[in-house]
């Protein structure tokens, strides 16, 4: 059975605008009491700076290369901090771009109540669509992933766990909200000693961290065994993301994205995602399914023409249109090509 329902790619350039549109709103900066706080979701030319303390890529290495480096020699720190920037920007701009009454709507707010029975992909770490939708009511975190999630909520609040999430946000490279355990101790009644046991099926753990805020009623759950801080919860952007991607909580979700894309009628709408090569096992298994619905693939870019050629060769058969714009212009567009 096929659906009309939209189905939307996201990438970094999604969150491009998110200061942008904070911006007029609340002042070009952002405050907290008498500090000015700085902050913006990083885009791939941020990373130099932001992870390696460089003031440019280097010439004779990508920035994918600089982090697989980092990795092979278990120096996590440039993926803890681009993981914090992340947090810091979903703690301050999100919260400060949903709906407020008597405040002009911007690119963000049209975009998700225009489209409210869609679906989203992302390969985002970040968590802005989830806040959107859990606003509207539209997404939760035990069932909006795409996998049962186990969260816990506020005493009184147990009603909630029984909303079902009408849009799903499913974070194709992870998410840094969410972990999973895939053991436990166990003891034999009137034994001393706990036995190592693998779970039959691997648990996924809701844990927000320090944007827990952006989700009440929900709330931390306190550490389990198999525990990750929030830079290990998703594949690293390195240049083979093959390992990362055999992960049970992204394995899982490659295998409901792919439903999703081939049981849609609407075309694929990709928001600000290059296609990097580097990616190609990323977005591969997204562009078969769309094929094997003889469907069509919308691109939302500044490059977007770029990007049609590079597909054009490696899919011939893919139909690919574009739409060669920032997020916040193809709103002021009117979404064309997607409504």
Same mark, same amino acid.
């Given at each position: 059975?096929?659906?009309?329902? +939209?189905?939307?790619?996201?990438?970094?350039? =999604?969150?491009?605008?998110?200061?942008?549109?904070?911006?007029?709103?609340?002042?070009?900066?952002?405050?907290?009491? #008498?500090?000015?706080?700085?902050?913006?979701?990083?885009?791939?030319? !941020?990373?130099? /700076?932001?992870?390696?303390?460089?003031?440019?890529?280097?010439?004779? #290495?990508?920035? *994918?290369?600089?982090? &697989?480096?980092?990795?092979?020699?278990? /120096?996590?720190?440039?993926?803890?901090?681009?993981?914090?920037?992340?947090?810091?920007?979903?703690?301050?701009?999100?919260?400060? $771009?949903?709906?407020?009454?008597?405040?002009?709507?911007?690119?963000?707010?049209?975009?998700?109540?225009?489209?409210?029975?869609?679906?989203?992909?992302?390969?985002?770490?970040?968590?802005?669509?989830?806040?959107?939708?859990?606003?509207?009511?539209?997404?939760?975190?035990?069932?909006?992933?795409? %996998?049962?999630?186990?969260?816990?909520?506020?005493?009184?609040?147990?009603?909630?766990? *029984?909303?079902?999430?009408?849009?799903? @946000?499913?974070?194709? &490279?992870?998410? $840094?909200?969410?972990?999973?355990?895939?053991?436990?101790?166990?003891?034999?009644?009137?034994? /001393? %000693?706990?036995?190592?046991?693998?779970?039959?099926? +691997?648990?996924?753990?809701?844990?927000?961290?320090?944007?827990?805020? $952006?989700?009440?009623?929900? /709330?931390?759950?306190?550490? @389990?065994?198999?525990?990750?801080?929030?830079?290990?919860?998703? @594949?690293?952007?390195?240049? !083979?993301?093959?390992?990362?991607?055999?992960?049970? =909580?992204?394995?899982?979700?490659?295998?409901?994205?792919?439903?999703?894309?081939?049981?849609?009628?609407?075309?694929? @709408?990709?928001?600000?995602?290059?296609?990097?090569?580097?990616?190609?096992?990323?977005? !591969?298994?997204?562009?078969?399914?769309?094929?094997?619905?003889?469907?069509?693939?919308?691109? %939302?870019?500044?490059?977007?023409?770029?990007?049609?050629?590079?597909?054009?060769?490696?899919?011939? !058969?893919?139909?690919?249109?574009?739409?060669?714009?920032? =997020? #916040?212009?193809?709103?002021?567009?009117?979404?064309?090509?997607?409504?």
């Amino acid at each position: 059975m096929t659906s009309k329902t +939209p189905v939307f790619l996201l990438g970094a350039g =999604f969150n491009a605008d998110a200061k942008v549109q904070v911006g007029p709103v609340y002042g070009e900066s952002i405050y907290i009491g #008498k500090h000015e706080i700085q902050c913006a979701y990083p885009l791939l030319g !941020d990373l130099a /700076q932001l992870c390696f303390g460089l003031p440019s890529p280097p010439a004779d #290495k990508s920035i *994918e290369e600089l982090f &697989h480096e980092s990795l092979e020699t278990q /120096q996590f720190e440039p993926l803890s901090l681009l993981a914090h920037a992340l947090m810091k920007a979903d703690y301050y701009l999100a919260p400060r $771009l949903l709906p407020t009454p008597g405040v002009p709507s911007h690119c963000y707010s049209r975009f998700f109540e225009r489209f409210a029975g869609a679906q989203f992909l992302t390969f985002n770490y970040d968590s802005l669509p989830e806040v959107f939708l859990l606003c509207h009511g539209r997404w939760y975190p035990h069932d909006g992933y795409g %996998v049962p999630v186990v969260a816990e909520v506020a005493p009184g609040h147990d009603h909630v766990l *029984e909303q079902s999430s009408a849009s799903l @946000v499913l974070h194709l &490279h992870g998410s $840094l909200c969410l972990y999973t355990s895939t053991f436990t101790f166990d003891a034999t009644p009137g034994q /001393q %000693v706990s036995w190592y046991k693998k779970l039959s099926e +691997p648990k996924f753990l809701f844990d927000p961290d320090s944007i827990s805020n $952006l989700f009440t009623p929900f /709330q931390r759950l306190p550490p @389990v065994l198999g525990y990750e801080p929030i830079e290990r919860r998703v @594949v690293a952007p390195v240049p !083979d993301k093959s390992q990362g991607l055999k992960k049970e =909580f992204t394995d899982a979700v490659y295998r409901r994205a792919a439903e999703l894309v081939s049981s849609s009628a609407a075309p694929l @709408v990709a928001i600000g995602y290059s296609f990097n090569p580097y990616d190609r096992t990323s977005y !591969d298994t997204l562009l078969r399914a769309l094929k094997s619905r003889n469907n069509s693939l919308l691109v %939302v870019s500044p490059d977007a023409a770029a990007i049609r050629s590079r597909l054009s060769y490696e899919y011939p !058969d893919l139909q690919v249109h574009v739409v060669p714009s920032t =997020f #916040k212009a193809w709103a002021a567009a009117d979404f064309v090509g997607a409504s």
